[in-house]
């Protein structure tokens, strides 16, 4: 959340009063005691806030995981005291959570969802898993979008010398970087001149780079631990294709999502974004998941396709257009006063998960 929501702030300003404040975790390794009382610390400040200004809407930023469902449920409990609208921004779903289940955190899911106005998911996808598995929420469920910083929708297309192939995420197993250095191998097989620069840090980037070592990969992959987003957003410009094989079922991967306004060709799996905006062969290639021979695949073909990689380029800044910060702004507005029923509105209290701009 720490690159989307300042950007969707910075564009609602334009148009509406926000006070933001923080409501999740503060580090990553706070103990349970720790978080209950920042919990009711944190909601004892917000009722403050609603009692002296007043808000038209809450608008929670977060996700919908077991973790997110404890701590949104006595928020939402207070927003249906106080008679207030309350947005769920879901930047992240669970497909476990969305399903129907038994137990303490499906109660506290039911009391959550009973309390919230408008739930707003990332894709089509989300929006039917929601819909069909919590009925509860017919009508009161909307996709809407993250904002694309404009320094990638500006990014000037100019591909490297050599085919160069760029995966960016944090470094997680699951979002695919193992998968396709197994697959580095075939794809120098058929180019010899390809390159491979992995971006990101994380959990397994040790273990990444030995493998790389002990592969003996070094003259044909480059892991950089951090660039900053001009800087990354060159690399997307150059490469002649963005290789995301992630596993997880993304609404709205922004690393994609960027990519796309540079107007990078992609391989990637099917995740949610793809199956409700992205068309084969239009906008990317897609590969199977945990299959570095259908990466390599994938990725020969569209490094051996320079027509195809042009048209992908064309259409990828032309659809990353409307996730520009504008057109995303007046989106949540046009929710907001949809909410309040009355037009136009002014005052808007912002909570977010884990925002730098809170």
């Known amino acids: 959340l720490a690159t989307c929501v300042p950007l969707l702030r910075n564009g609602l300003e334009r148009y509406v009063e926000i006070d933001p ?3 999740g975790a503060t580090t990553n390794e706070e103990s349970i005691a720790w978080k209950c009382l920042r919990t009711v610390v944190n909601l004892a400040r917000v009722e403050r806030k609603v009692l002296c200004r007043r808000p038209d809407v809450i608008h929670v930023n977060s996700a919908f995981d077991q973790r997110s469902i404890l701590r949104d449920v006595p928020l939402a409990l207070l927003a249906g005291r106080h008679g207030l609208p309350l947005l769920l921004m879901v930047h992240g779903s669970a497909p476990e959570s969305v399903r129907p289940n038994t137990g303490t955190v499906e109660q506290l899911k039911r009391i959550l969802l009973r ?16 819909e069909s598995f919590l009925p509860q929420l017919a009508g009161r469920v909307c996709v809407v979008k993250n904002v694309i910083a404009e ?11 050599e085919p160069l192939v760029l995966f960016a995420s944090r470094f997680l197993k699951k979002k695919g970087p193992f998968d396709l250095l197994e697959a580095v ?27 790389v070592r002990n592969r003996r990969m070094g003259s044909v992959v480059q892991r950089l631990p951090y660039v900053g987003r001009d800087e990354i957003a060159a690399w997307y410009g150059r490469a002649w294709a963005l290789v995301f094989p992630t596993l997880f079922a993304e609404g709205m991967p922004m690393v994609m999502a960027e990519a796309m306004g540079t107007g990078a060709p992609i391989v990637t799996t099917r995740t949610r974004f793809c199956r409700s905006y992205t068309t084969e ?15 390599a695949r994938q990725v020969i073909r569209l490094l051996g396709d320079a027509a195809m990689r042009r048209r ?21 507005v046009q929710l907001y006063d949809r909410m309040c029923q009355v037009m136009p509105r002014t005052s808007i209290a912002l909570t977010s998960e884990k925002s730098a701009a809170s």
């Open 21 to 23: 404040f923080q409501h």
């Open 115 to 130: 309390n919230v106005s408008l739930v707003c998911v990332l894709s089509a996808v989300e929006k039917n898993e929601f």
């Open 151 to 161: 320094s990638f929708l500006k990014t000037a297309r100019r591909e490297s010398g």
């Open 185 to 211: 191998p075939s794809i120098v097989g058929a180019l010899p001149n390809a390159r491979f620069v992995f971006v990101g840090d994380g959990p397994d980037a040790a273990e990444f780079d030995r493998e």
């Open 281 to 295: 062969y239009e906008h990317c290639l897609y590969c199977e998941p945990q299959a570095p021979d259908s990466i």
């Open 312 to 332: 992908m380029s064309e259409n990828n800044r032309r659809f990353a257009m409307r996730f520009c910060q504008d057109a995303v702004a007046q989106e949540f």
